[in-house]
């Protein structure tokens, strides 16, 4: 359930308590105390007026923050509810209340890490601007979502499958493909310190080269994937889920932009140290590009104009101007990416060998073939 929602009337992002606030001025009252409850008639604008930040469904009730009547400390934080329901593919639809998903980035968020002050800077001086405002980041939400609805993909990825794929290109991963091969056989086995670890992955990577240059072909590089793809499988197995690839020139434009600002920015550069160039893993910075490559209808060269009006503007900005919900539409791009491509393995990849075979089996029949005469 979110914590801040848009307010349709006021094209403004707003938690439960500014909302209030802003209800309070209007009628010129005192804010509501606690214990207070929510005069009928604001209920009803709000149901009329409030969205859900990601999947805009109206129909919004206030969840106020409660705290123990004991210590007084806070037990639960004031959220957003949408009796209604979200939409099916609704980043909230799933999460418990005051759970954000992973994809939305709280632009002013109060994390003391350099690189969320720096991106937060970079978003106040552009709304300061007048370059980027409230309405134009939710607009962006929307046409994400907009994206989401329209391109979808079964997942019916065999978890036994992916485990044995992982585990081919693990093991085989180190060999090179030469265009003069070596043969190994028994004779060979008689040096010295033979390596029968190696040569167990010369066999792999022999028998299953097709499987591994359609990996490769298709940059597919598992290792770093393997415990986030485990858990989309866990909980998406025969679901229909987003289809990142249809994004695939957006979030190859937003890493070139993102490497760019990482790379030329001062703060930004700082901020992220010897991590510059794995701008990936920065949602706030690949949240802050994707918005302005949207705002520049993902035009490089423009972005990379309007990164510049921003970043060069000297002046001192209100620093809660950046109250604002962002997304980073690529989060776990290369994860459902990667997920999806091994779908599309071709059957007869897998043809007469168990998935569930493991590394010390491999190692066996490396040996056994290799005694009993065969080469490979
Ligand atoms: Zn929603």
């Not at 939710?138 to 979808?152: L, T």
Request: net charge positive; charged share 20%; glycine share 4%.
């Amino acid at each position: 359930m979110p914590l801040t929602a848009f307010s349709v009337s006021r094209q403004q992002e707003l938690d439960v308590d500014q909302l209030l606030q802003l209800f309070a001025d209007q009628h010129q009252r005192p804010k509501l105390k606690r214990s207070e409850p929510i005069p009928e008639i604001w209920k009803q604008v709000i149901h009329a007026d409030v969205e859900c930040p990601a999947c805009f469904a109206k129909g919004a009730e206030l969840v106020r923050a409660s705290s123990s009547k004991v210590t007084g400390e806070a037990i639960k934080q004031a959220y957003f509810r949408f009796p209604g329901g979200h939409h099916v593919f609704c980043d909230f639809a799933a999460l418990p209340p005051g759970e954000a998903p992973e994809g939305l980035v709280q632009f002013s968020s109060t994390a003391r890490d350099g690189l969320s002050r720096a991106v937060r800077d970079l978003v106040c001086k552009g709304i300061h601007l007048g370059l980027l405002d409230q309405a134009r980041i939710r607009s962006m939400r929307e046409w994400f979502h907009n994206k989401k609805v329209n391109a979808v993909f079964q997942v019916t990825l065999d978890p036994k499958v992916f485990q044995w794929v992982v585990a081919v290109q693990a093991a085989a991963w180190p060999v090179r493909y030469q265009p003069q091969r070596l043969t190994i056989n028994k004779e060979l086995l008689g040096v010295p310190g033979f390596q029968m670890k190696t040569a167990m992955e010369v066999m792999l990577a022999r028998r299953h080269e097709s499987l591994l240059t359609y990996l490769n072909e298709r940059a597919v590089i598992l290792r770093p994937l393997v415990s986030r793809i485990e858990k989309l499988l866990n909980a998406n197995s025969c679901k229909l889920v987003f289809d990142p690839t249809n994004l695939k020139a957006q979030y190859d434009a937003t890493q070139e932009l993102a490497r760019f600002i990482s790379t030329h920015y001062d703060p930004v550069q700082r901020a992220l140290g010897r991590n510059y160039f794995d701008v990936k893993a920065s949602k706030p910075l690949m949240a802050f590009t994707a918005l302005l490559l949207y705002l520049s209808n993902w035009d490089l060269n423009k972005a990379a104009s309007l990164f510049t009006q921003i970043a060069s503007y000297r002046g001192t900005v209100d620093q809660n101007l950046g109250n604002v919900m962002g997304l980073n539409p690529f989060h776990d791009y290369d994860a459902w990416a990667a997920l999806k491509t091994l779908q599309e393995i071709p059957i007869q990849e897998f043809d007469g060998h168990d998935p569930g075979c493991r590394a010390k089996e491999w190692m066996d029949e490396a040996v056994a073939a290799l005694a009993s005469g065969q080469s490979f």
